[in-house]
C-alpha cells in the first residue's frame, strides 16, 4: 500500500515541482526579518491570535490535542503560532509576513510525517487548526470544507446524508495537505486521486490577494494545486465533487512476506 501511495504522489508532485522550481528563481534577495519582529507586527495586527511558546494555544497546537502527528514535527518550535479563523486572517498575515520577509510554515492536519514540513523552528507556523466550515451545496454537488478540517469531519457530515467524497483513508488526517499532496482515497480507483475530486480552491497568495483557482479561474493554479504542496499560497477552502454513497465494505488483506505475491511479478 505505502508503495502504490508514494507512486502516486511522485507523479502527482512532478509537474508541481517544475512549477516551483520556476516561482523559486524569481524570489528576493531582501534580507530576512528575525522573528520576534514577524510575530510582534503579527500581534500588533492580529491580536490573541498569536501564541507564544508555554501558552495554553500554542501547547495544544504543538502537542495536545490538536499536536502534530509526529513527535519529530511536535519537537519543531516556532517562535510563534498564528491561528486564523477566517480567510481575512491568512490575507492579513501572509500580506504582513512577506512584506516583512519573515519565513513561515503552514499546517492543515499536522500528519507529515517528517520535521519542518508543517512547522517551522524559531519562524513562524500558521496553524490552519480552527478553519473547520463544512457546508454542502442545495443540490448535493458540491462540499465546501475549511483547511482545518480532518476527514472525519466531513464523513461525520456526510455519512448520514448518504453522501460521499473522494477523501483520505484514515480519517484523523488532515485534508489540506493531503489533498495538496495528491491524495490516494479508497475511491481512488472509481474516481482518481483527491485532487482531481476539488472543483475550485480558495486560496491566498502571497501577494495577500485572495483568488478563486478553478477550470475556468486561475486555471493554471488550480492545475499545479493538484500535488503542488504547499508551494502556491494557503488554500483557505476546498470545493470537492460530493457522490451519493450508501454503506460498503472495507478492509486490509494482509500476507506474511514470504508468501507475498511479489513473485508473481517477477
Ligand atoms: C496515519 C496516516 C494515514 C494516512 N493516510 C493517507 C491516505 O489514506 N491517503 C493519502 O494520500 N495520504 C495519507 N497519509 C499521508 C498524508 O496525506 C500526508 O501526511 C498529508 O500531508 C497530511 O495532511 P495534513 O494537512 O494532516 O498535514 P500537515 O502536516 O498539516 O501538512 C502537510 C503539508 O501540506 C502543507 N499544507 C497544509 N495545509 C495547507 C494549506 N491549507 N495550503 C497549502 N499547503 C498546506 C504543509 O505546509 C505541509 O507541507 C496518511 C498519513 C498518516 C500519518
Ligand atoms: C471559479 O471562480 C470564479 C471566480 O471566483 C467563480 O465565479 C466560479 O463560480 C468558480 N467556479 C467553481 C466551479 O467554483
Known amino acids: 500500500m505505502s508503495f502504490v501511495m508514494s507512486l502516486s504522489l511522485a507523479v502527482s508532485c512532478f509537474i508541481a515541482s517544475v512549477l516551483a522550481t520556476q ?85 492543515g492536519g499536522g500528519h507529515m510525517f517528517w520535521a519542518g514540513s508543517a512547522n517551522i523552528a524559531h ?64 475511491f481512488a480507483s472509481r474516481y482518481g486521486f483527491v485532487c482531481d475530486n476539488v472543483v475550485n480552491f480558495e486560496i491566498v497568495l502571497a501577494s495577500g490577494k485572495i483568488v478563486d483557482a478553478n477550470e475556468t479561474h486561475y486555471s493554471d493554479l488550480y492545475k499545479a494545486l493538484k500535488g503542488g504542496g504547499n508551494n502556491f499560497g494557503v488554500v483557505t477552502r476546498f470545493d470537492y465533487k460530493t457522490f451519493e454513497q450508501g454503506e460498503f465494505w472495507g478492509g486490509f488483506l494482509v500476507s506474511v512476506l514470504s508468501k507475498f505475491l511479489l513473485r508473481n511479478c517477477i
Open 23 to 107: 516561482a523559486y528563481s524569481g524570489s528576493s534577495t531582501q534580507s530576512i526579518s528575525t522573528s520576534p519582529q514577524c510575530c510582534a507586527q503579527l500581534q500588533a495586527k492580529l491580536g490573541s491570535k498569536v501564541s507564544f511558546p508555554g501558552s495554553p494555544i500554542f501547547i495544544n497546537e504543538q502537542n495536545g490535542a490538536s499536536g502534530y502527528w509526529a513527535i519529530a514535527e511536535q519537537n519543531v518550535i516556532p517562535a510563534c503560532r498564528f491561528t486564523p479563523t477566517d480567510t481575512h486572517d491568512v490575507a492579513t498575515a501572509v500580506t504582513e509576513l512577506a512584506n516583512l520577509n519573515c519565513q513561515f510554515a503552514i499546517r
Open 123 to 186: 519562524g513562524v507556523t500558521i496553524d490552519l487548526t480552527a478553519m473547520t466550515d463544512i457546508t454542502v451545496s442545495q443540490n448535493h454537488k458540491v462540499t465546501s470544507a475549511g483547511p482545518g478540517c480532518r476527514w472525519k469531519d466531513i464523513y461525520n457530515k456526510l455519512d448520514p446524508m448518504n453522501l460521499a467524497v473522494v477523501g483520505g483513508r484514515a480519517d484523523t488526517v488532515g485534508i489540506a495537505g493531503l489533498t495538496v499532496g495528491g491524495g490516494n482515497s479508497w
